[in-house]
T-cell receptor, first 117, second 114 residues
Framework: KAGVTQTPRYLIKTRGQQVTLSCSPI?????VSWYQQTPGQGLQFLFE???????NKGNFPGRFSGRQFSNSRSEMNVSTLELGDSALYLC????????????????FGQGTRLTVV | AQTVTQSQPEMSVQEAETVTLSCTYD???????LFWYKQPPSRQMILVIR??????QNATENRFSVNFQKAAKSFSLKISDSQLGDAAMYFC???????????FGAGTTVTVRA
């Protein structure tokens, strides 16, 4: 079974530009979450999508947005890039079933390393 | 909001010895899950072990075990018979039973000496 796939793996952008990162979850996984990892702030939750709807959002400015498609693939977009947006962006997918949320683990991709210059 | 605290930035252990990583968390919820994730230099986050808050029995996965103290809101990870491949950053994480957001601690870097 293929794991979580994030593309691209590395990206260099200039301040002011925008960027789109992609995440393909494990087949059958319907929940996709995004995290930002930096040396200073650690791992911070960006947002979570399920069935094309954003269910939860972290404390990030509106420049950070995302979406999920009908096949559960997700994209996140960062507009007007700032130097501080340089980070490793991790995507995680989880299996979801009806009823009480189970404790299914989150499977992570290898991340996209974004460098803003 | 839930906060997760890992007070040990770095830990060093001799190969074949045991090391314990500490983690405390703050929550007002009674139903939640706790995890330890390992992040090696490849940056791939790998689940090491998980604990359901409603279970009193401590979780164990091969050489990895936890000491879950719900009243004290403490969740430590013990790595027994440490191996060179255990060298990585370890993150403690909290998740409510009602959503999929993970709250992470700052991480502990584990170095294994040959």
């Amino acid at each position: 079974k293929a794991g979580v796939t994030q593309t691209p793996r590395y990206l260099i952008k200039t301040r002011g530009q925008q960027v789109t990162l992609s995440c393909s979850p494990i087949s059958g996984h319907r929940s996709v979450s995004w995290y930002q990892q930096t040396p200073g702030q650690g791992l911070q939750f960006l947002f979570e999508y399920f069935s094309e709807t954003q269910r939860n959002k972290g404390n990030f400015p509106g420049r950070f947005s995302g979406r999920q498609f009908s096949n559960s693939r997700s994209e996140m977009n960062v507009s007007t890039l700032e130097l501080g947006d340089s980070a490793l962006y991790l995507c995680a997918s989880s299996l979801v079933r009806a009823g009480r949320e189970p404790n299914f683990e989150a499977f992570f991709g290898q991340g996209t390393r974004l460098t803003v210059v | 909001a839930q906060t997760v605290t890992q007070s040990q930035p770095e830990m060093s252990v001799q190969e074949a010895e045991t090391v314990t990583l500490s983690c405390t968390y703050d929550t007002s919820e009674s139903d939640y899950y706790l995890f330890w994730y390992k992040q090696p230099p490849s940056r791939q986050m790998i689940l090491v072990i998980r604990q359901e808050a409603y279970k009193q029995q401590n979780a164990t996965e091969n050489r990895f075990s936890v000491n879950f103290q719900k009243a004290a809101k403490s969740f430590s990870l013990k790595i027994s018979d440490s191996q060179l491949g255990d060298a990585a950053m370890y993150f403690c994480a909290y998740r409510s039973a009602y959503d999929y957001k993970l709250s992470f601690g700052a991480g502990t870097t584990v170095t294994v000496r040959a």
